[in-house]
Structures are given as C-alpha cells and as structure tokens.
C-alpha cells in the first residue's frame, strides 16, 4: 500500500518498487502506442505516471533500458502464447496442432497494436531486430522443452540439431508471414512439415 507525502507545492504517492515500477512500464506501452518509440521522452513517461524522471533512471537506467523492458514484456507475452498452445494441445494430432500454431503465429505477428507498426519503421530496425532475435531465441526454448521432447517421446524420433531447426523455422515463419502475409496457412503448415519431416 502506497503512502502520501507533501512537498513543496505537490502531494506524491510512495508505493513499493514493483508497483511503481509496472505503472511506469504500462504508461510507457501506453506512449509508445499513441505517439510511437522515437517520439517518446523520459519526460513524457514521467508526467503519465506522475514521478520525476529521476525516478525512471533510478529504475531503467535510460530510455534505452526502459525499452527493452517494454520490448522484454512482449516477448514474455509471445512466449506465453506459444505455452498456451502448447498446453491445450491434442496429443498424437499433428495436423490440428499445425493448423493452431500457425494461427498463433498470424495473431502474434498480425496484430493492429500500434508499437508493434512503429516497431517496423526504418528508424527503429535495430530495436526491431533486437526484439525478433529476443522473441525466437524465448519461443525456441520454450518450444524445446515441452512440445519438441514430448513429440520425441511418442514417435520415438531422434531430432537432431534441434535448437537451430527451430530457430530457422521461428524466423522463417516470422519474416515470411511479416512480409507476405498474404501465403496461405496451408503453404507455411508445408514448411514446417518439410522442416520437421511430419
């Protein structure tokens, strides 16, 4: 629970650590939907939340750690996703767990949030990649330790190199539905079958 204190001219809340620091993420999405990365300040962040920018250094160090903090919910938000459909999966069928994941990836990837179109903007390709490079290498292992050893297990196949495997098909899957969104699910279903030998 948060406490009061007066200053000089204001009243400011106190409140722990975890809870001020999730205001000041969530303000910061928040900002980077309405007006975009580059045009976000530290100043802007601040106002939002109501704390002095001090604070935010106190906390993200810059801009740049507050980015990647945002970026790093995202992924953790991605990765969640593919956890899900994992677990709600039906075992043995193939088919419908291609169909799904597929759909997963178009969802993720498709999505009308306004970070992720600024995200692709020529000003921000290092962040872009940043995130990609983030996301796969969290999907991959998460991918490695539930869906691609349980699918070992019940065919009894060995997959070999699976960690690259999986990130070729993570990144294929991401940039060919990023920049031809319009190839039908049943064309990137044949790729990952082909790629995995379903």
Known sequence: MGREVEGASTVRSIKPPDVRKGEIVAATRALFREQGISRTTLKDVAGRVGVTRGLIYHYFGDMDGLVEVVLEAYVAEFVEAV??????REVGNIDRALVDCIGLFRRVLQTDDPLRAD????????????FVDRAVEAV???IRATTVEAYARRHEIAIENVRETFTVLVYGLIGLTRSHPETE??????IVRQTLYL
Do not use: F, P, T
């Open 83 to 88: 956890r899900e459909w994992d677990s709600q």
């Open 119 to 130: 995200l692709h903007r020529a000003e921000n390709a290092g962040l872009y990649l940043r």
């Open 140 to 142: 991959v292992d998460s």
């Open 185 to 190: 699910d049943s064309v990137l279903i044949g």
